[in-house]
């Protein structure tokens, strides 16, 4: 009952701040924006050659759509995920809302597993909404995917983007300055996972399930359920430390 | 019963001693006013009682259930007004207090209808539909206390209910509490002495995080009862009054004298030669009176005088 009172309200939240509708037209434009610059960026570079200059760029394909719209995704997505989540605990820390809101029957985990799951929603809608747009404009400007494969590609870039976003809810609760957390949740993103690369355990860490995904449009289903674990276990570990420090923490 | 009680509750960040051992019971069905100077530890106690904060020593209980025990079955049944209440800004009042209402878990008609009768309460029915964004700072005092109502609490928290308001304001919210007599507990904690007089039945002294006394109002005026004197004279004399206060301070009957604008108040040892001797120090200083009166004791002589000991005592 208090979970949907609370995601009631986040979800007016990320409504009524605009915040929904600027995560799903920025996903969406990429979504769209992906296959049209991979078929027409060779085009448009060796008609801007000049002087004499003969470019040779072989012609774009499905492959090259599909792996600019991850990448697009991947970035956009990111810092998406990063931004919302970063002042959702420390911002209403700092107003002072959580206190008003939190000496009422609200239980502090029903109160940020709400904020993640309502954010989640928010990237899932954009996610699933992007993956239509870029799957309508490969199918005009190449050809038709295999829409399973495709749903799996989606799917995994979604788990990706809820890894950046439950690291940074965490980061969120430790302080009430949300620049912190997001300092923070870039720290923990970026040294362990550059770190986990240098001692070749990379094709474990989340980055590995975008390369499943692209792997799977190319036709190769080898999967990567180590790196599929690991992330699950960075979206559920993470939560769960956010809770253990915010329910005992004073507000 | 005991709507609040405390024992040796201590609050320590660092090494400021924000309480310090606090003892304290509060009667159910009182206005209690928690009065102490900025800094006594009013908010402390207040945020440990909500369990924003926990107390580095000791326990309260909050009607009947320890606080940190049994946080939820407490917060079912307290309201809680802040210093500084905070909202959602892009909420509107009634969306606010309809979301209150949905956290107590109130059936939708019920909610429908404490948040039209504690928005008409807060006068608040005409900016119902406008964002809570774009309120004054009375309204959004009102809105506070409002959402504290919405669930009939049995207790009331206010922390500092009136200090950051207008006299207007001030006057509106000291009336609503006024209200709340004999429908809940209120325990309201403020650094103003005439809002206590005001509204409260009993007192709370805190300062450096200690109970320095607690008791009924009237008992504790009784209790502490200067007798006083205040003169009024002309605004062209007071020089002559300044004067006059130098050349009496010196009695023996006169325990000492202050003076604001226009008025000197004059706590006497000895009444009845204080009266006497008074009448006959005017025309000596050539002052001729406005006022004369003997006084009650204020409240604010009470505290200045009980928290002037503890100063005097560390």
């Known amino acids: 009952m208090s979970m949907w009172v609370e995601f009631r309200k986040e979800w007016m939240y990320l409504v009524r701040t605009y915040r929904f509708l600027v995560s799903v037209i920025v996903l969406v434009f990429f979504g769209l924006a ?12 060796t008609s ?62 029903t109160f940020l597993l709400a904020k993640f799951i309502s954010l989640a929603l928010v990237l899932a809608c954009s996610v699933i909404l992007a993956g239509i747009a870029g799957y309508y404009y490969t199918y005009l400007l190449f050809e038709a995917m295999d829409i399973l494969r495709w749903l799996a590609l989606n799917g995994l870039l979604l788990v990706y983007l809820l890894v950046v976003l ?28 550059q770190v986990m690369v240098l001692l070749k355990w990379g094709k474990s860490l989340p980055g590995e399930l975008l390369t499943w995904g692209a792997r799977l449009m190319r036709g190769n289903t080898s999967p990567s359920w180590i790196a599929f674990g690991v992330s699950i276990a960075l979206v559920i570990v993470p939560l769960l430390a956010a809770w253990l420090v915010f329910r005992r923490q004073e507000l | 019963m005991i709507a609040v009680r405390a024992e040796q509750l201590r609050k320590i960040f660092g090494k400021f001693i924000a309480l310090d051992g606090l003892d304290l019971n509060v009667a159910e069905g009182t206005i209690f006013g928690f009065l102490g100077p900025n800094g006594a530890g009013k908010t402390t106690t207040i945020r440990i009682l909500t369990g ?19 946080q939820p079955e407490i917060a079912h049944q307290v309201g809680f007004l802040p210093e500084e209440p905070a909202f959602y800004n892009w909420m509107t009042p009634r969306e606010f207090l309809d979301h209150t209402g949905r956290i107590f878990g109130l059936p939708a008609a019920l909610r429908a209808e404490r ?50 308001l207008d006299p207007e304001g001030r006057k509106e919210v000291l009336d609503f509490i006024d209200h709340l007599r004999g429908q809940c507990t209120v325990f309201m904690s403020t650094h103003i002495l005439a809002d206590v007089e005001r509204v409260c039945d009993t007192v709370g002294i805190i300062n450096r995080g200690r109970l320095v006394t607690e008791a009924p109002r009237d008992a504790l005026l009784k209790q502490y009862a200067i007798p006083a004197v205040e003169v ?21 009957w006169v325990a000492s004298v202050s003076i604001r ?54």
Not at chain 1, 34 to 45: G, M, N, R, T, W
Not at chain 2, 52 to 70: I, Q
Not at chain 2, 262 to 285: G, H, N, W, Y
């Open chain 2, 261 to 314: 604008g226009p008025v000197a108040r004059v706590i006497v040892e000895d009444i009845a030669t204080a009266k006497s001797e008074l009448l006959k120090s005017f025309p000596l200083a050539g002052l001729i009176p406005t006022r004369y009166e003997v006084v009650k004791p204020s409240l604010e002589d009470v505290f200045l005088k009980l928290v002037g000991q503890e100063e005097a005592a560390k």
């Open chain 1, 34 to 45: 992906s296959p049209f610059l991979a078929k027409f960026l060779p085009e448009i570079i």
């Open chain 1, 48 to 109: 801007a050659a000049t002087g004499g200059l003969n470019i040779q760029i072989p012609p774009a394909t499905v492959v090259d759509a599909i792996s600019q719209y991850v990448k697009n995704i991947e970035q956009f997505g990111i810092l998406l995920a990063w931004i919302f989540a970063m002042g959702a605990v420390a911002q209403e820390k700092d107003r002072g809302t959580a206190a008003m809101m939190l000496v009422k029957p609200m239980p502090r985990g």
């Open chain 2, 115 to 164: 948040t039209k009768e504690l928005l008409e309460l807060a006068g608040l029915e005409e900016s119902a539909k406008r964002r809570i964004g774009g309120f004054s700072r009375g309204m959004r005092q009102r809105l506070a206390l409002a959402q504290a109502l919405i669930n009939r609490p049995k207790l009331l928290l206010l922390d500092e209910p009136a200090s950051a």
């Open chain 2, 232 to 252: 009024q004279v002309d605004e062209n004399k007071l020089s002559e009054l300044a004067s006059w206060s130098e050349s009496i301070k010196t009695q023996p």
């Open chain 2, 52 to 70: 924003l904060a926990h107390a580095t020593h000791g326990k309260a209980w909050v009607l009947g259930e320890e606080v940190g025990r049994n």
């Open chain 1, 166 to 193: 439950a690291i940074t809810l965490f980061c969120s609760t430790l302080t009430k300055s949300q620049v912190a957390a997001g300092g923070i949740a870039l720290g923990i993103m970026i040294i362990p996972g």
